[in-house]
Each structure stands twice: as structure tokens, then as C-alpha cells.
């Protein structure tokens, strides 16, 4: 079974930068597509940034020039790194595979941007 663990949310002024990790029990990183994902109340989880095996990446229109997904194939997590944050941002960040077909989602890790 594969557990996913979410962390590095805060809060931060515009204009500030977080960096998310994702961490694993299994080793499921090494072999599938990897992405972020963000969620507000009352909408859908939506798709910020994918990982592919290769190390190839694609992003989110919000997001690009922004946020950069990467993997740290040797300890296995998926981080990601977000600069210049914005109100927008805002949310509660997840990550799973790309599809997202690990059941069991984390709890996710809360990222708030405000004055």
C-alpha cells in the first residue's frame, strides 16, 4: 500500500516562496508519473505540476514560470518549489500520481497567501 505525506505549507506574503514535499512508504516514485495538485473549498482538485519518469515536466497555466516540480531520485520525494506565491495560490496542495490512481490521497499540506 502506498501512503502519501504532504508537507511545507505555510503562510506567506505575496510574493514569497514555499517549497512542498511529498513523501512516500513506497517506492512508486521511481516508476510513475508524479504530479501536484491544489484544492479550494467548493472545487475541484485541480492539476499544478507533472513529473514524468523521464524528468520531464509540464505545468499549469497559473503556475508557469512559478513553480518547479522536481524529484530527488535519491531519498524518492517529489518536491515542489513555489516562488513569487500569489493570493491565487491559495489552497490545499496534494500529491498523487499523474493519473491520480493511489486511493488513498494524504491529508494534503494548506498553503495561504495573504498580507
Known amino acids: 500500500q502506498v501512503l502519501l505525506v504532504e508537507s511545507g505549507g505555510g503562510l506567506v506574503q505575496p510574493g514569497g516562496s514555499l517549497k512542498l514535499t511529498c513523501a512516500s512508504t513506497g517506492d512508486i516514485f521511481r516508476t510513475i508519473d508524479m504530479a501536484w495538485y491544489r484544492q479550494t473549498p467548493g472545487n475541484q482538485r485541480e492539476l499544478v505540476a507533472t513529473i514524468r519518469r523521464d524528468g520531464s515536466t509540464h505545468y499549469a497555466d497559473s503556475v508557469m514560470g512559478r513553480f518547479t516540480i522536481f524529484r530527488d531520485n535519491a531519498k524518492l520525494p517529489v518536491y515542489l518549489r513555489m516562488n513569487n506565491l500569489k493570493p491565487e495560490d491559495t489552497a490545499v496542495y496534494y500529491c498523487?500520481?499523474?493519473?491520480?490512481?493511489?486511493?488513498?490521497w494524504g491529508r494534503g499540506t494548506q498553503v495561504t497567501v495573504s498580507s
Open positions: 498523487n500520481a499523474d493519473p491520480p490512481y493511489v486511493a488513498n
